[in-house]
């Protein structure tokens, strides 16, 4: 070898050595970001999963209600229907129903709930009152990371509406 080839071959070298450092610098640079990025990212699957919960706790509660016009006005059987079906929210979940009522003559302007209207009657040939139920479901959610920006705690809601079945 000469020396020409022995002073390529060692700046390769000092070449290869640099930019090792420089990837080392560039990861511990990025790696803090990165770790963020994921665990925001983590932060946001829970929260979404949470009100997954809380809208399906109201689809559970209305499924209870909707049954006949007898259980569409058991609030305490909506209510524990509805915090079974949370899982881990039961604690925070606050549950509402209402029972509306309207013609089944879209052209008659009667609102009631039961077999009367209270603006109207609603009694001639083939007409109903039709019963609507409508369960609210709200809890609210407190993530495990706080970050400047972000909310410390997240108020999630979900909402059912059904048909009430006639008896």
């Known amino acids: 070898m000469n020396e020409q080839e022995t002073k390529l071959n060692s700046s390769e070298h000092r070449v290869s050595i640099a930019e ?20 925001g990212g983590a932060e946001l699957a829970r929260v979404a999963f949470a009100a997954i919960e809380v809208a399906n706790a ?13 259980t569409s006005a058991d609030t305490p059987g909506i209510q524990n229907a509805a915090v079974s079906d949370v899982g881990d929210m039961a ?3 606050t549950t509402t129903a209402a029972v ?18 209270t603006n109207q009657d609603c009694s001639d040939a083939g007409d109903h009152i039709v019963n609507v139920l409508t369960v609210t ?3 609210s959610f407190d993530p495990l990371i706080h970050l400047p920006g972000i909310p410390t705690t997240y108020a999630l809601q979900g909402q059912a509406i059904q048909k009430v079945l006639p008896q």
């Open 100 to 117: 509306t009522g309207t013609c089944s003559n879209p052209s008659v302007l009667c609102t009631g709930s039961g077999s009367t209207c």
């Open 20 to 39: 090792r450092g420089q990837a080392l610098v560039e990861t511990a640079l990025v790696l803090p970001i990165l770790i963020v990025v994921l665990l």
């Open 137 to 139: 479901t709200t809890a």
């Open 91 to 93: 604690a925070s979940l």
């Open 58 to 70: 109201a689809r559970a509660g209305v499924a209870y209600g909707a049954q006949n016009t007898a």
